[in-house]
């Protein structure tokens, strides 16, 4: 125990051996999955067509603002050019679903139906369609274990997003609650602040949603403010997970080229990830 | 002396397979604190029954799967499953006279040393502490026994499991 806890030697039996009690975890979803094929099976007409109008809506809605973005992208980079810096802006990502299972009920954390067979890494950045959800901490052959950001084995580097201020937003075991320990007393920080990956620890890219700060307490004694926020991702509603690859600029050039051909589900997935080094050295897990 | 062939593995393990399937079958938040610890029970019941054949490796190897199959820390339930199979293995014999009753109690002992075992495991590795609500399993376990015992007997019985 104290091996798996303090090293992680023990992550490869623990790879092996899930491998073959992952059919229990499958089972265990077959009720979940099954209503909800069936719902799909017998959907009505209607509803189906208003779900298709609904989202056709939001579709055209999203590409207009995407067509603001590639112009602010442009710019962006044409003003970081000026400036002589790199910076990196495309990431590549995998949409997996959650596997209906109860885990250990004193940790914060998902199973998702995707593995190493999909090039998932230790490590690995996972969103949900609003903000980071946490990170992969177990790898296995077809699933993996992901680390929700509110377990209190959790920290995250973040910034807030309105006036850059630098802080580490850690999991208080809580769902829907996380702690920013160590924010002096004075610190420019208000309710309804938005905080977003700084991407300092260099596991998370930097900018992505994080949490919205609910609440600030200072008490004249203390050294430090309470401060307490709330994840935008929603951890315990969602059912679908995106993993992200944080792309370099040689990487980008690659996928760029493999664009030109008709992109295949195949190719997509067995594209190889960044190298893990640049990942382990990073300390974001305490 | 002749040993008597053992028979009926299969169905032992099935009833392993089942209790580590209710482990991790999704229940509603509220319920999730109450859910018994099923693997404990069927361990306890297997070793009453069967301490030639069923005893402490049994109980390791049951900890390790169901740690996988949670995500604790490897080791966390091998510890104390294989300790729960010791001390049923040493009272084996005093357990079996008792009245259902009084087995109910002695088996909400034994649940309550698993939970604790795994408390210290997990407070060790600085894991928050749980809420009282976290002794509220063994006592539904403990009600669960009788129920248990009867069924596991009968399917013994059935398949002439020994």
């Known amino acids: 125990m104290v091996v798996d806890h303090r090293q992680h030697h023990l992550e490869t039996v623990r790879a092996f051996l899930s491998v073959l009690v992952s059919p229990l975890h499958y089972i265990a979803d077959l009720p979940l999955s099954a209503t909800n094929w069936l719902t799909n099976t ?3 007409h209607n509803r189906l067509l208003n779900e298709n109008r609904e989202l056709r809506k939001e579709n055209i809605l999203l590409q207009a603002q995407q067509q603001k973005l590639a ?17 990196k802006i495309g990431d590549r990502v995998l949409v997996s679903e959650l596997i209906a299972v109860d885990l250990d009920p004193f940790k914060q954390q998902v199973l998702i139906n995707k593995g190493s067979s999909s090039g998932i890494y230790q490590g690995q950045p996972v969103l949900d369609a609003n903000a980071v959800m946490g990170q992969v901490i177990h790898v296995n052959r077809f699933t993996s274990t992901v680390l929700l950001l509110t377990d209190s084995s959790h920290a995250l580097p973040v910034q807030v997003n309105r006036n850059g201020l630098r802080t580490v937003a850690m999991g208080t075991g809580k769902i829907g609650e996380l702690e920013l320990p160590h924010l002096p007393n004075n610190a420019d920080i208000q309710v309804g602040d938005l905080l977003v990956t700084s991407g300092l620890g260099g596991r998370f890219p930097p900018g992505y949603p994080v949490a919205e700060i609910t609440s600030v307490k200072t008490e004249p004694g203390q050294h430090f403010a309470h401060v307490t926020a709330r994840p935008t991702a929603h951890l315990d509603r969602t059912r679908e997970a995106l993993l992200v690859w944080t792309l370099t600029p040689f990487e980008e050039y690659q996928s760029d080229l493999a664009e030109g051909e008709p992109p295949t589900e195949e190719s997509a997935e067995e594209a190889t990830p960044p190298e893990a080094d640049a990942v382990s050295s990073a300390e974001d897990v305490q | 002396m ?3 062939p053992s028979r009926g593995s299969l169905v032992i393990f099935i009833t392993f397979v089942v209790a580590l399937l209710l482990t991790v079958i999704p229940l509603p938040d509220w319920a999730q604190m109450f859910r018994p610890q099923w693997y404990t029970l069927v361990l306890i019941y297997w070793t009453l029954a069967l301490p030639e054949r069923i005893g402490v490796g049994t109980g390791w190897l049951l900890g390790i799967a169901l740690d996988v199959l949670t995500g604790t820390l490897l080791g966390q339930h091998a510890l104390s499953l294989a300790l729960i199979a010791f001390v049923t293995y040493q009272m084996h014999q005093r ?7 009084q087995q109910s109690l002695t088996v909400l002992v034994l649940l309550l040393i698993e939970r604790m075992i795994s408390m210290w495991v997990m407070g060790v590795a600085s894991q928050p502490p749980a809420s009282l609500l976290y002794w509220a399993a063994p006592l539904v376990g403990m009600f669960l026994w009788p129920w248990v015992y009867i069924i596991l007997r009968d399917l013994r019985r059935k398949f002439q499991v020994s």
């Open chain 2, 2 to 4: 002749t040993l008597a």
């Open chain 1, 42 to 44: 017998f959907a009505s």
């Open chain 1, 71 to 87: 112009a602010l992208e442009a710019e962006n980079m044409r003003l970081r050019d000026l400036l002589e810096s790199s910076f």
């Open chain 2, 95 to 101: 357990i079996r006279l008792f009245p259902l009753w």
